[in-house]
Each structure stands twice: as C-alpha cells, then as structure tokens.
C-alpha cells in the first residue's frame, strides 16, 4: 500500500504505486486562503465577502467508537437526515475557488476547496457545483476579455446579477 515508511506518517495524501504528479493534484482538495469549517454552514462567516448562496444540510458520516470494536452496522451514522435535504440558509464565498496565490496562479476550482470534512459534506452536492462552476466560469471568460489573471469577486458581481444568479439571500431571508 504505501512505497516507503517516509508516506505512512504523510496522512491523509498518500502517493499511489502508480505516482503521476500530473494527476495527483486532482485527487486531493488543495489548501486555499480560506478553509472552511464546521461552524460556516451554521454560522454567519460566510457574510465576509462576496459569495453564492445555498441551502443544503451536511450528510457527513461521524465514525464512533464502535468503528474499531464493532460490527458494520454500529460503525456509523448520519450527521443529519439527509432525505431532509433542506437546511438552514448559508453562503459560499468566491474566495474557496483560488488557491493560495504563493501556490499556483491562473487557477479556478470549483469543486476541491478546502474544507473541514463537515463543511465539505455540505458544500460537496451537484447544486454548489453547478453554482461554483458557473462562478468560475464566469470569472474565466472575465479574466481573458480583460487579459488578466486577477480577478476579484467584484469584477464578475454584476455581471452574475445581470444574468439572474443570486448571490445573496434577500435580507431577513436567513433569519430563524
């Protein structure tokens, strides 16, 4: 399983026998300005910049005690209800889709930013995506008609508006 006694202590990222640098960075989340966490989902952080908006509860499955000691059936379960998908109201910011500018640059992803694994359970359904991947493409044809490679949230603000996405809950919306 693992190629040297060197990857056993690199967890949670281990090398394949098959190692293609390439494509590895794809299987792995990559660390941003912004991690988010647990208390984001329901919490009010979200309101520090601009973002798009969602409503999904976490389905993050919490191992207990019985992971190591008992059967199948007793290893896990659900966070919430998940055929309850509606949740409380929470906002994503545009910022999850850059990674560190010290690390790459010229960069948008949309689906693996960093996040704790219950902020990720929250944030990993289709809907985000199609709405992170939208912002991210937006910013993308922003940043080649404008021949640059820093684009901000602000810049694409508008634009988003003037197309009908909705990047924030009218106000007294997320209020319960």
């Known amino acids: 399983m693992y190629n040297t006694d060197k990857q056993k202590k690199q967890a949670p990222f281990i090398k394949p026998l098959s190692y293609d640098p390439n494509n590895f960075v794809i299987l792995q989340r990559y660390i941003n300005s912004l991690i988010i966490s647990g208390q984001y989902p329901s919490g009010d952080k979200f309101d520090m910049c601009d973002r798009f908006e969602s409503a999904f509860t976490s389905d993050a499955i919490n191992l207990n005690q019985n992971y190591i ?97 909705l990047l924030h809950y009218p106000q007294g919306h997320c209020n319960e």
Do not use: W
């Not at 896990?76 to 409380?88: F, R």
């Not at 690390?103 to 930013?113: G, I, K, M």
């Not at 289709?126 to 404008?146: D, K, Q, R, V």
């Open 69 to 165: 000691n008992g059967t199948v059936e007793d290893r896990i379960h659900i966070a919430h209800n998940v055929s309850d998908y509606s949740g409380p109201a929470f906002e994503i910011p545009y910022s999850i889709l850059l990674p560190k500018r010290s690390q790459v640059t010229n960069l948008l992803v949309p689906v693996c930013h960093a996040a704790s694994h219950v902020a990720y359970a929250a944030t990993r359904v289709e809907p985000h995506f199609m709405l992170s991947g939208g912002a991210s493409g937006y910013a993308a044809a922003y940043s080649i008609l404008n021949g640059t490679i820093d684009v901000q949230a602000v810049n694409i603000k508008q634009i988003l508006i003037n197309d009908g996405v």
